[in-house]
T-cell receptor
Framework: SQTIHQWPATLVQPVGSPLSLECTVE??????LYWYRQAAGRGLQLLFY??????ISSEVPQNLSASRPQDRQFILSSKKLLLSDSGFYLC????????????FGPGTRLTVL | EDQVTQSPEALRLQEGESSSLNCSYT??????LFWYRQDPGKGPEFLFT???AGEEKEKERLKATLTKKESFLHITAPKPEDSATYLC???????????FGAGTTVTVRA
């Protein structure tokens, strides 16, 4: 069976500090990978998606970036965090790029102070 | 513009009081509608996929149905453990990504 992991589970960072969130998937190969942000009381906002190693597409221009150094590893980064970066970050995977359900990880709660 | 709208925003039920949640969408050429359950502080958990009008899926006390313009999630004789936010999502008509509704938060009191 497939499993998706995210860490850390929670993170409190000062404004201007760097960020690195990691997501890994087990039990499948060549997954499509996604990063979402969910602000309090709001819906899911897609930030990045990847169809393969080194292939990243950005949905929202901001100070975040993503990388996929390995087939089942997806990393969300920032060089300098903003207060507005606070939120619940979710990683997800799917079998194919189109029309398939996505499966979510447990999430990372990020608070920027 | 493709949209996904869920109603109501919040639903408070007494244990055993059945009810329905609505997810309406405006995408043309529906290529699947997905229901998720999300508990506070956790990632969404996949529940169902519906592909065509008239299709129904069931899981325990939950049943999802689909028409050409909306989907319903019926909760039969709910229990407190059914308390969660329920999200629906569809792929937009010109894209592969999922558009999520804002969700319905269900609270079931014992």
């Amino acid at each position: 069976s497939q499993t998706i992991h995210q860490w850390p589970a929670t993170l409190v960072q000062p404004v201007g500090s760097p960020l690195s969130l990691e997501c890994t998937v087990e039990g499948t190969s060549n997954p499509n990978l996604y990063w979402y942000r969910q602000a309090a009381g709001r819906g899911l906002q897609l930030l990045f998606y990847s169809v393969g190693i080194g292939q990243i597409s950005s949905e929202v221009p901001q100070n975040l970036s993503a990388s996929r150094p390995q087939d089942r590893q997806f990393i969300l980064s920032s060089k300098k965090l903003l207060l507005s970066d606070s939120g619940f970050y979710l990683c997800a995977w799917s079998w194919e790029l189109s029309y398939n359900e996505q499966f979510f990880g447990p999430g990372t709660r990020l608070t920027v102070l | 513009e493709d949209q996904v709208t869920q109603s109501p925003e919040a639903l408070r039920l007494q244990e055993g009081e059945s009810s329905s949640l609505n997810c309406s969408y405006t995408v043309s050429g529906l290529r699947g509608l997905f229901w998720y359950r999300q508990d506070p502080g956790k990632g969404p958990e996949f529940l169902f996929t519906l592909y065509s009008a008239g299709e129904e899926k069931e899981k325990e006390r939950l049943k999802a149905t689909l028409t050409k313009k909306e989907s319903f999630l019926h909760i039969t004789a709910p229990k407190p453990e059914d308390s969660a936010t329920y999200l629906c999502a569809v792929p937009p008509s010109n894209d592969y990504k999922l558009s999520f509704g804002a969700g319905t938060t269900v609270t079931v009191r014992a």
